[in-house]
């Protein structure tokens, strides 16, 4: 699984290149693509680059490996994120947010020209909701209430720990709600029924935002792209 997911990493780095202002994703997936990031900067592959991470351990990491950082805020448009995701599904929609970083890749991924997801083909469904619980990022306050309001839209809501066993906590103070659903057969419509919610700061569906997917298993690489 593992050297499916370099596979696809490697292939999506190919789209980058030199000066554009990339997006580090978040995640096990897309740490193989930071990684091949940093060693064709370093090595004047793709000379000029920006990078603007997707998370604090992504900011951390892509310092660590001399990948040059700025922010949404010097540049408001980012011209390709490589990013990976919990699932897909035939129209390239996906749920992510499993690594618990899906407010700041959500913005991020609104802000690129080019969303391309890397993953292995377990994560591709017929259906979202099929293989993958939604992750809702909550603020602490009254997160009681929202877990309520998601069973009343039909979903399991399970507050994420993190060590020692306490709520998992967001890079922006949040709480994450992680929820089952049955196969989710209106994403859009259950998507806007998340936004529309006072409390719910962000939630892991993420529609029409990738523009490629790339699929990496035993067979080799495939390359999807959104239909026009």
């Not at 998992?168 to 419509?189: E, K, Q, T």
């Not at 790339?214 to 390359?223: E, I, K, L, Q």
């Amino acid at each position: 699984m593992q050297r499916h997911k370099e596979k696809a990493a490697w292939f999506a780095v190919d789209f980058v290149q030199p000066g554009m202002v990339v997006g580090l994703g978040h995640g096990s997936t897309a740490v193989f693509a930071v990684r091949c990031i940093a060693q064709r900067f370093n090595d004047g592959r793709l000379d000029g680059i920006l990078a603007v991470a997707c998370s604090l351990q992504v900011e951390e990491e892509a310092r660590r490996l001399g990948i040059p950082l700025t922010t949404l805020e010097d540049h408001r448009v980012v011209d390709i994120t490589i990013d990976g995701s919990d699932e897909v599904d035939p129209y390239l929609n996906l749920i992510k947010g499993g690594g618990g970083a899906l407010l700041r890749e959500k913005i991020v991924a609104q802000a690129s020209r080019r969303e391309v997801i890397v993953v292995d083909e377990s994560k591709l469904s017929p259906a979202l909701g099929t293989k993958a619980s939604v992750p809702v990022e909550v603020v602490p306050f009254g997160w009681k209430v929202q877990a309520t309001y998601l069973r009343s839209l039909g979903g399991e809501p399970v507050l994420r720990l993190g060590k020692d066993r306490e709520p998992f906590v967001s890079d922006h103070g949040n709480m994450i709600l992680d929820c089952d659903f049955p196969p989710i057969d209106d994403p859009a419509r259950l998507a806007a029924q998340l936004d529309g919610r006072a409390g719910i700061v962000e939630h892991g569906l993420f529609l029409g935002l990738a523009t490629d997917v790339v699929v990496s298993g035993p067979a080799g690489v495939r390359h999807l792209r959104r239909a026009s």
